[in-house]
């Protein structure tokens, strides 16, 4: 069965820090995306990045990084000199391949970064 | 800005009543999603569709019925709606990723 876990309910730093975000993943298919949703205060959920099981090279986005590693199937997620308006929760999600696209979801990542 | 709107936003209702929540995309994309988010559980896929008249369950259905007779519509029904329905209801359509529209708090007293 696929699962995803994020070990880390809540996570808080100092403004100006560096922060990762851990996501372990399991699946059985050979071809699957991964993907990470941010969801600040307000409820939305905002797409920040989908990942395809054959591609692993590491991703950067200003100050976002992903680093995608197979071998431990991990896909953890940094951000480089933490803002307070970084402060949500964060998701990490799996898909199948094909058409369907259903995502499992980990349960979530609280990252609060006071200034 | 993907085009999902949902309706109602916020909803109280009591338990044992039907409740239907609606899902409008202006995209024209064949696969949209019903999730709810629990504390603790992230979000959990309830029911799926994949066109017109073509739908699925997903790992959390029971309790619930969905409907989708146009393609820019796909509606979510509570058919007798309990207490372990408070949620919040998010729907998502997949273009490669997934976007998600801004979500219904549902409170079942």
């Known amino acids: 069965a696929q699962k995803v876990t994020q070990a880390q309910t809540e996570i808080s730093v100092v403004e100006k820090e560096d922060v990762t975000l851990d996501c372990v993943y399991e699946?059985?298919?050979?071809?699957?995306?991964l993907f990470w949703y941010k969801q600040p205060p307000s409820g939305e959920l905002v797409f920040l990045i989908r990942r395809n099981s054959f591609d692993e090279q590491n991703e950067i986005s200003g100050r976002y990084s992903w680093n995608f590693q197979k071998s431990t199937s991990s896909f953890n997620f940094t951000i480089t000199a933490s803002q307070v308006v970084d402060s949500a929760v964060y998701f990490c999600a799996l898909s199948e391949a094909g058409n369907t696209g259903k995502l499992i979801f980990g349960q979530g990542t609280t990252l609060q970064v006071k200034p | 800005d993907a085009g999902i709107t949902q309706s109602p936003r916020h909803k109280v209702t009591e338990t044992g009543t039907p409740v239907t929540l609606r899902c409008h995309q202006t995209?024209?994309?064949?696969?949209m999603y019903w999730y709810r988010q629990d504390p603790g559980h992230g979000l959990r896929l309830i029911h799926y569709s994949y066109g017109v008249k073509d739908t699925d369950k997903g790992e959390v259905s029971d309790g619930y019925s969905v409907s989708r007779s146009k393609t820019e519509d796909f509606l979510l029904t509570l058919e007798s709606a309990t207490s372990s329905q408070t949620s919040v209801y998010f729907c998502a359509i997949a273009t490669g990723e997934q976007f998600f529209g801004p979500g219904t708090r549902l409170t079942v007293l």
């Open positions: 995209e024209n994309h064949r696969y």
């Open positions: 699946t059985r298919d050979t071809t699957y995306y």
